[in-house]
């Protein structure tokens, strides 16, 4: 996975997306930028702001019509973003909004369920089993690869 502070010559919407500006971003928005617009990793704004948490981005972005279930090179989807960094909150209003929930990555056929499992960040575990996660069995074994007793 290509961490965000390497990405080169980003999109500007991608850019605030990742910083959290929401005011920026809806100035860009009014400005009809590209909304699904990809930087090199195919990366959209609505995957770098599910996974810095920045909720209220998040909203805008699916607002303006950024498509929930897109997929990066490595097939992660902001579902599987906003996972990767624990956010139940983000987990829950992308679930509302449409998000597959059992979508999964190409690179290690991962899901949401399976990235919250390896990163331990059991709470959104929890809400993702409530919400129907299922492959239970990648998910134990996630946890298990990733040293997470607890979620376990």
């Avoid at 990405?7 to 005011?23: C, F, T």
């Avoid at 990793?41 to 996974?51: C, F, H, R």
């Avoid at 139940?88 to 449409?98: D, H, I, N, W, Y």
């Avoid at 575990?125 to 998910?139: I, K």
Wanted: net charge negative.
């Amino acid at each position: 996975m290509f961490p965000f502070q390497e990405q080169k010559n980003r999109p500007a919407l991608i850019e605030a997306a990742a910083s959290g500006h929401y005011e920026i971003v809806i100035v860009l928005l009014r400005n009809n930028l590209n909304i699904n617009e990809r930087c090199e990793n195919g990366e959209t704004a609505l995957m770098v702001a599910s996974a810095g948490g920045y909720f209220d981005v998040v909203n805008a972005l699916l607002s303006h019509g950024a498509n929930i279930n897109e997929h990066n090179v490595i097939g992660h989807t902001p579902l599987m973003k906003a996972a990767c960094g624990g956010h139940v909150k983000g987990a829950k209003v992308l679930l509302e909004r449409g998000a597959d929930i059992n979508t999964r990555s190409n690179e290690y056929n991962e899901s949401a369920l399976s990235v919250a499992s390896y990163k331990g960040h059991i709470d959104l575990v929890r809400f993702l089993l409530q919400a129907g996660a299922d492959h239970l069995n990648f998910a134990f074994s996630a946890a298990s690869t990733g040293g997470q007793v607890e979620v376990a």
